[in-house]
């Protein structure tokens, strides 16, 4: 399937979405609740792109748009640069003080009516739910949202421990505003109020998954092999692969 | 005095959708939404807890806190609000010692403060369970409160 992203023409399969289509032909649609892997959510609506078919226009979220054939699509146009401003300016009012979304709105030149603005508002959620998401995606489904309206967030049930999470912090991983808090302390991690105990890595020591993170990887993978961090796996993949091509010369 | 949720959640089919009616079923019986009866919920439709929670808290319709006896409706409509229902709110909340959404100290109300009942020629109106007092006064709402204390009214 053929189609146009600012002029360049792309190649898709049915069923694509338009944000995975451009991101694969390397342009650039910005996006908060946006991550690799995961169906679009369609929530933080920076995404919107402006789509022709035929005679008819009209603006649609990348995220979630099926591509169709011959379609041009523009990522940006004054009235889609508006939107996004007013977009980015009702986020900032969400989150005042979280340093990502200062930066976009810096990067868009907006800036939030000073009346509506509370300086002292230390919330950095923007509910985009791409930790509910990425929780249910682990099979914990430890955290959901919670209440609506003014009062809606992302909680556990009763804001209690949950004994369905596992502390894999997959949540607060692709979480863009960094809105989720892991403490990680002398081999105890602290995260949606329940404790931790982590496991060390058996090559260089460092604490890297919780227990019971590090169990369910290991019935995923149907592995017993000593626990071994992320970068020490990295290290004997490099190994391995130098090895190979040092018997090649 | 001891809730059954066992027997009205074997009622329905093991099927997802069945969630929301099992809850309202829940709350119509027992008045609020037990936190074991989520759990058995959860168990029984093979559904997350944090799922059934979220449902629970999304609708008004539904509570996690015991709810009183007598459950009181307070218009804050147009037609009501124009008809004077702040000063009728104020006067019920000062009679019971509650804030809106809260049960008073003796289990026998709840207040809720509602944005219509359709009933606006009865403006400003209270519903109390399902029982409707229109043209209020502060006078009226002294004499239906202490009716209901009495337990004058029945059904």
Same mark, same amino acid.
């Given at each position: 399937?053929? $189609?146009?992203?600012?002029?360049?023409?792309?190649?898709?399969?049915?069923?694509?979405?338009?944000?995975?289509?451009?991101?694969?032909?390397?342009?650039?649609?910005?996006? $908060?609740?946006?991550?690799?892997?995961?169906?679009?959510?369609?929530?933080?609506?920076?995404?919107?792109? *402006?789509?022709?078919?035929? %005679?008819?226009?009209?603006?649609?979220?990348?995220?979630?748009?099926?591509?169709?054939?011959?379609?041009?699509?523009?990522?940006?146009?004054?009235?889609?640069?508006?939107?996004?401003?007013?977009?980015?300016?009702?986020?900032? $009012?969400?989150?005042?003080?979280? %340093?990502?979304?200062?930066?976009?709105?810096?990067?868009?030149?907006?800036? @939030?009516?000073?009346?509506?603005?509370?300086?002292?508002?230390?919330?950095?959620?923007?509910?985009?739910?791409?930790?509910?998401?990425?929780?249910?995606?682990?099979?914990?489904? @430890?955290?959901?949202?919670?209440?609506?309206?003014?009062?809606?967030?992302?909680?556990?049930?009763?804001?209690?421990?949950?004994?369905?999470?596992?502390?894999?912090?997959?949540?607060?991983?692709?979480?863009?505003?960094?809105?989720?808090?892991?403490?990680?302390?002398?081999?105890?991690?602290?995260?949606?109020?329940?404790?931790?105990?982590?496991? #060390?890595? %058996?090559?260089?020591? %460092?604490?890297?998954?919780?227990?019971?993170?590090? #169990?369910?990887?290991?019935?995923?993978?149907?592995?017993?092999?000593?626990?071994?961090?992320? *970068?020490?796996?990295?290290?004997? @993949?490099?190994?391995?692969? #130098?090895?190979?091509? @040092?018997?090649?010369? | 005095?001891?809730?059954?949720?066992?027997?009205?959640?074997?009622?329905?089919? !093991?099927?997802?959708?069945?969630?929301?009616?099992?809850?309202?079923?829940?709350?119509?019986?027992?008045?609020?939404?037990?936190?074991?009866?989520?759990?058995?919920?959860?168990?029984?439709?093979?559904?997350?807890?944090?799922?059934?929670?979220?449902?629970?808290?999304?609708?008004?319709?539904?509570?996690?806190?015991?709810?009183? !006896?007598?459950?009181?409706?307070?218009?804050?409509?147009?037609?009501?609000?124009?008809?004077?229902?702040?000063?009728?709110?104020? *006067?019920?909340?000062?009679?019971?010692?509650?804030?809106?959404?809260?049960?008073?100290?003796?289990? $026998?109300?709840?207040?809720?403060?509602?944005?219509?009942?359709?009933?606006?020629?009865?403006?400003?109106?209270?519903?109390?369970?399902?029982?409707?007092?229109?043209?209020?006064?502060?006078?009226?709402?002294?004499?239906?409160?202490?009716?209901?204390?009495?337990?004058?009214?029945?059904?």
């Amino acid at each position: 399937m053929k $189609l146009k992203i600012d002029g360049i023409i792309c190649e898709g399969r049915e069923g694509e979405t338009l944000m995975e289509v451009a991101k694969r032909h390397g342009i650039h649609i910005p996006s $908060l609740c946006y991550r690799k892997g995961f169906e679009g959510l369609a929530r933080c609506r920076l995404c919107l792109v *402006e789509v022709k078919e035929g %005679s008819r226009r009209r603006i649609v979220s990348s995220c979630v748009y099926p591509i169709k054939e011959n379609i041009e699509v523009t990522v940006t146009t004054d009235e889609i640069q508006r939107m996004r401003k007013n977009i980015i300016m009702l986020l900032l $009012l969400k989150a005042p003080n979280n %340093s990502y979304i200062n930066k976009l709105a810096e990067e868009y030149k907006v800036a @939030a009516p000073e009346r509506y603005m509370n300086p002292l508002d230390d919330e950095n959620c923007i509910l985009c739910g791409l930790c509910v998401k990425a929780c249910e995606k682990m099979g914990t489904n @430890a955290i959901s949202f919670v209440n609506r309206g003014i009062y809606k967030k992302v909680s556990t049930p009763y804001d209690d421990a949950s004994k369905d999470c596992i502390g894999c912090g997959a949540c607060a991983e692709v979480c863009p505003t960094n809105a989720i808090l892991v403490e990680d302390n002398e081999g105890k991690r602290k995260i949606w109020n329940r404790e931790f105990n982590m496991v #060390k890595c %058996s090559l260089c020591g %460092s604490y890297f998954a919780t227990e019971e993170a590090y #169990k369910l990887m290991q019935e995923k993978l149907n592995d017993n092999e000593e626990p071994i961090c992320n *970068e020490c796996r990295k290290k004997i @993949a490099a190994d391995k692969l #130098k090895e190979s091509f @040092a018997n090649i010369y | 005095m001891s809730f059954v949720y066992e027997e009205i959640i074997h009622g329905y089919p !093991k099927e997802k959708r069945y969630t929301l009616a099992i809850l309202q079923d829940i709350q119509k019986r027992n008045g609020f939404i037990p936190r074991e009866a989520m759990e058995y919920l959860s168990q029984y439709l093979g559904l997350p807890v944090s799922n059934i929670y979220s449902i629970a808290t999304f609708y008004k319709a539904l509570s996690l806190k015991p709810k009183g !006896k007598h459950i009181i409706k307070v218009c804050s409509g147009t037609a009501c609000h124009i008809r004077g229902s702040g000063t009728i709110k104020e *006067e019920l909340l000062e009679l019971l010692g509650i804030k809106p959404g809260e049960t008073s100290e003796d289990g $026998l109300f709840s207040v809720e403060v509602v944005n219509c009942l359709g009933a606006c020629a009865l403006a400003p109106v209270v519903v109390i369970d399902d029982k409707y007092y229109g043209n209020m006064t502060k006078d009226k709402v002294k004499s239906v409160i202490d009716q209901y204390k009495e337990e004058r009214v029945h059904g």
